[in-house]
């Protein structure tokens, strides 16, 4: 008895033999090995020196302008601590938040990334979607999708970190994610948040949306906890903390940087706005390929040449400290060049010398008129009893 054999049953039996293929089972066991790749024994020492393990929870925090991407993890007390950073090898754009489909620029704000966003067969070795557009992001009419993590040094929009780079960033990101992790947060920043670089770029058109970004910024530096975003009227806010003690920390951190930004613009600090061709690179990779080193595909290597110029809006002024007292005491001591002790004895300083008088000054201009109108002005002078400068008016009357 022969049973009918459908197209269906046609295509499944095709699929299992492409399966079945040494080419194809060859490259999935590659792929996989790509994806299971452990975390190195460095890395997983310098964990370990942080009191936190690869399951433990992560967090990742990129800076644009450094072109960096820093690893935290959870430690025993619920506190996210510093564990090491990684070089980005391209990111594209300008400072400042992406908004359009296609518009190279790399994003900026808070973003969650669940085990579904992970990407093991990915075209740039490994990868990871930060989760662009975001409830802000779309808030404020953001297109666009698929921005990304990933290996390779190319960039259109994303953080492109090199294959060794991003192998070790997935490992790390999995291990958490396959301990019970339900998605872990990606922080994206233009530079660091240090009053420093707020007051100096204080004239740029993207300060409103860099100060919500700072304000998320202050708040993890000040606890630790991974930050709780939401959206309100197409801005960041942030849920305050169930620890008094840590939502005082923050208040004190917030007033403490808004006073530093403050007393920097009243110093003088110049006001710059840093531009770009097309993005940067760290000057890790920089250099490596100014030795010759191939980093391989590179997208517009040409535009590194004008990353990060910075254009002076607002030129520093110069405020000269006060000379401190022992050093003008110096100056005018009896020993001091600048003495008057020291200068010759038949110098008198200005304000030691007697006044002038205008009784010579007169006497020698009465001198210079003819003898007439000399003997007429005295004759009139004693007959009028007049003082030197009724003389003198009654001189300019005739």
């Known amino acids: 008895m022969h049973l009918p054999f459908t197209a269906r049953d046609l295509r499944l039996a095709c699929l299992v033999l492409f399966l079945a293929l040494p080419g194809f089972a060859g490259g999935a066991r590659a792929q996989n090995a790509k994806a299971e790749a452990p975390i190195p024994a460095a890395t997983l020492a310098a964990m370990a020196a942080k009191g936190v393990t690869a399951q433990s929870p992560v967090l990742f925090r990129a800076y644009k302008r450094e072109s960096e991407i820093e690893v935290w993890k959870k430690n025993g007390t619920g506190r996210y601590v510093y564990i090491k950073t990684f070089p980005i090898c391209r990111w594209s754009g300008q400072l400042g938040p992406k908004r359009k489909n296609g518009d190279r620029q790399t994003p900026e704000g808070f973003y969650m990334v669940p085990k579904r966003q992970m990407n093991p067969n990915s075209r740039y070795y490994l990868s990871f979607d930060v989760g662009y557009p975001n409830a802000y992001d ?84 000040a606890t630790g906890d991974e930050l709780q975003v939401g959206v309100e009227a197409g801005r960041y806010v942030f849920a305050p903390s169930r620890d008094p003690a840590k939502e005082n920390a923050v208040a004190i951190r917030r007033a403490v940087e808004e006073a530093r930004i403050a007393a920097l613009v009243e110093e003088g600090t110049a006001a710059v706005r840093t531009t770009y061709s097309d993005g940067g690179q760290h000057a890790f990779w920089a250099s490596l390929a100014a030795k010759g080193v191939s980093l391989g595909e590179v997208s517009r290597p040409e535009a590194l040449a004008y990353a990060g110029q910075e254009v002076v809006v607002i030129p520093a002024r110069r405020h000269l400290p006060p000379v401190p007292e022992a050093v003008w005491a110096t100056w005018i001591g009896p020993e001091s060049p600048l003495s008057f002790n020291r200068r010759s004895g038949n110098f008198v300083p200005a304000y030691e010398r007697e006044p002038d008088r205008f009784g010579p000054m007169l006497a020698a201009y009465t001198e210079t008129l003819p003898s007439w109108l000399q003997a007429d002005l005295a004759g009139s002078l004693r007959a009028l009893g007049r003082s030197p400068i009724a003389a003198r008016e009654l001189l300019a009357q005739r």
């Open 138 to 221: 779309r808030a404020h009419g953001g297109t666009g999708s698929a921005v990304m993590v990933h290996g390779v040094c190319s960039s259109m929009g994303c953080f492109a970190m090199t294959d060794q780079s991003v192998g070790e960033i997935y490992a790390i990101a999995r291990d958490a994610l396959n301990a019970g992790q339900p998605a872990f947060q990606f922080q994206a920043y233009p530079f660091h948040m240090t009053a420093a670089n707020m007051a100096r770029q204080r004239t740029d058109p993207n300060i409103a949306f860099w100060r919500q970004l700072k304000e998320g910024s202050d708040r993890f530096e």
